[in-house]
């Protein structure tokens, strides 16, 4: 096991510990000398206000490599906006085809994931066996999520969740959009929008710093999605806490390792409404509630039905 991924150990013990239990103080690292950005102050009081150190905060915080980044909130609040005001019709084969979502539906891609699946055919059974999503949806997951594993997020999860932790309205961020368009209803909704995702991204730092606290662990070592979403299966750390499964019997989760992500996807998946017997339509609902994008279901599902078909089930 390298040094990455024991920083990135997940245990049941660790997090029923970070809930009940005062989060230790680290010791002082580089950049502790570093004055903490002013902007921070709100998130580390609120966060100190909760059990976590603040003299460990402020260090973290202080970090020379954490920088806040209004455009990342900008980003997913445009994208809100341009699903509220300019609603697309419903996706087809031909919008799926011309998507970025394409490079899943090649022949090289179905055959990684038909491969994906027999290398890792003890963690594919323990899914399905105990959580029911058969391994052509769990694959189909694993590959448009992060290629497999291949692709795990350039950004760090600290920086990605305190900035948009930090944009609770549309002023930090107004700058940096391009979908307001000097429409006040565009405006109301955007800056209501950036206020909604600003506390889901303080209640996810929260889960992820308490996990580092507790682990003695730098919270910025974790790589991520654009929106904080990490490992194998880009679980946020709230949903990492809740679904995650120590798919290896290794006694720790990893979700970084194919065995716990693909059994995780399907604790996931169960958790949010998969049962057998699932109609098409009753499948989507439950792909939806991973990516809310009917384009994301579309992918996910035909990516499925492929890998399926090539495993000649």
Avoid at 156 to 170: E, F, H, I, Q, T
Wanted: proline share 7%.
């Amino acid at each position: 096991m390298n040094s990455i991924t024991k920083r990135l150990l997940w245990t049941a013990v660790i997090v029923a510990a970070s809930c009940v239990c005062p989060v230790p103080t680290l010791a002082a690292g580089p950049g502790t000398a570093q004055a903490t950005d002013a902007g921070w102050q709100p998130l580390i009081t609120r966060l100190a206000g909760e059990g976590l150190d603040r003299g460990w905060l402020e260090r973290i915080f202080s970090g020379p490599g954490l920088a806040y980044d209004p455009a990342i909130m900008a980003r997913k609040v445009d994208a809100m906006v341009r699903k509220q005001f300019e609603p697309k019709p419903p996706p087809t084969k031909k919008t799926l085809e011309s998507s970025n979502y394409k490079q899943f539906l090649t022949p090289a891609s179905i055959e990684s994931g038909v491969r994906y699946i027999r290398e890792n055919r003890a963690a594919f059974d323990r899914a399905q066996r105990e959580f029911g999503p058969p391994p052509e949806l769990v694959a189909a997951f694993v590959m448009v999520e992060t290629k497999l594993g291949t692709y795990l997020g350039d950004r760090d999860a600290l920086g990605v969740l305190a900035s948009l932790a930090r944009s609770s309205g549309l002023g930090l961020i107004e700058p940096y959009m391009k979908t307001l368009r000097g429409d006040a209803d565009r405006a109301a909704y955007a800056d209501g929008a950036a206020r909604d995702r600003s506390e889901w991204a303080y209640r996810e730092l929260a889960a992820l710093l308490r996990y580092a606290a507790t682990n003695k662990q730098s919270p910025s070592s974790l790589p991520c999605s654009i929106y904080g979403a990490i490992g194998i299966c880009q679980f946020m750390p709230s949903n990492a806490l809740r679904f995650g499964v120590d798919g290896d019997n290794d006694g720790v989760l990893d979700l970084f390792t194919p065995a716990d992500a693909i059994v995780s996807v399907a604790s996931y998946l169960r958790g949010h409404g998969w049962k057998p017997g699932m109609t098409p339509a009753e499948r989507d609902k439950v792909i939806y509630a991973y990516n809310h994008s009917d384009l994301y279901v579309l992918a996910v599902a035909t990516v499925a039905d492929r890998i399926r078909a090539r495993l000649g089930g």
